[in-house]
């Protein structure tokens, strides 16, 4: 059954602390996104990978970090410097050039 | 900066009634529009789709219209049922190319059909 697994659905941690938000794909797309949800805005990119070891900033990347090692794997680091890390983050991927992006089912990171 | 706006914000309808919700963008090189629906702890599924070189696209109950001129597009969903109530986002792609997950989001309409 392939689809994109977003882990764990809810998060909590302090202020001041890292934290990686894990999004694995076994659908075998080449491209991989983040996305940020907050209520009444919308979604915004964070950072998108094309290809394996590479990646690009989107809107919203500042406080934000990513690594593509794998083509199944693109984890979110909200680092300490997010100045508004709680929020609803999506990941998403598509298979090639023009074809429809295909969304998890998120993490909701709480930070306190 | 590029930006697509959204409209209304909330909408209830009967169940049997139409749902129309209209969506607006800013980059006239945007070329590729996708709707999604969004159930409630879920990620957006995309529900219809359509591209710059075409003006209408049907898929059951579901219909997009698009503008270029006026650079708006609408998504129309007839003989609505309850289960079509759901956040609903419209999306145009970051300028002309071929990274349709690039995408410039609107902010969502909710959408409530009564039984």
């Known amino acids: 059954d392939g689809g994109i697994t977003q882990s764990p659905k809810y998060l909590f941690r302090k202020e001041g602390q890292n934290v990686t938000l894990s999004c694995e794909q076994n659908?075998?797309?080449?491209?991989m996104y983040w996305y940020r949800q907050d209520p009444g805005q919308g979604l915004r990119l964070i950072y998108y990978?094309?290809?394996?070891?590479?990646?690009q900033k989107g809107d919203i990347a500042e406080g934000y970090s990513v690594s593509r090692e794998k083509k199944e794997s693109f984890p979110l680091t909200v680092t300490s410097a997010q100045k508004n890390p709680t929020a609803f983050y999506l990941c998403a991927s598509r298979s090639r050039t023009n074809s429809p992006l295909h969304f998890g089912n998120g993490t909701r990171l709480t930070v306190t | 900066g590029e930006n697509v706006e959204q409209h209304p914000s909330t909408l209830s309808v009967q169940e049997g009634d139409s749902a129309v919700i209209k969506c607006t963008y800013s980059?006239?090189?945007?070329?590729?529009f996708p709707w999604y629906k969004q159930e409630l702890g879920k990620g957006p599924q995309l529900i219809i789709d359509?591209?710059?070189?075409?003006g209408e696209k049907k898929d059951q109950r579901i219909a997009v219209t698009l503008n270029k001129t006026a650079k708006h597009f609408s998504l129309h969903i007839t003989e609505t049922q309850p289960e079509d109530s759901a956040v609903y986002f419209c999306a145009a792609t970051a300028g002309f190319s071929g990274n349709t997950g690039k995408l410039i989001f609107g902010q969502g309409t909710t959408l409530q059909v009564k039984p």
């Open positions: 359509i591209r710059s070189n075409v």
């Open positions: 990978s094309q290809i394996v070891n590479d990646f």
């Open positions: 659908l075998n797309h080449d491209a």
């Open positions: 980059d006239s090189a945007s070329n590729y």
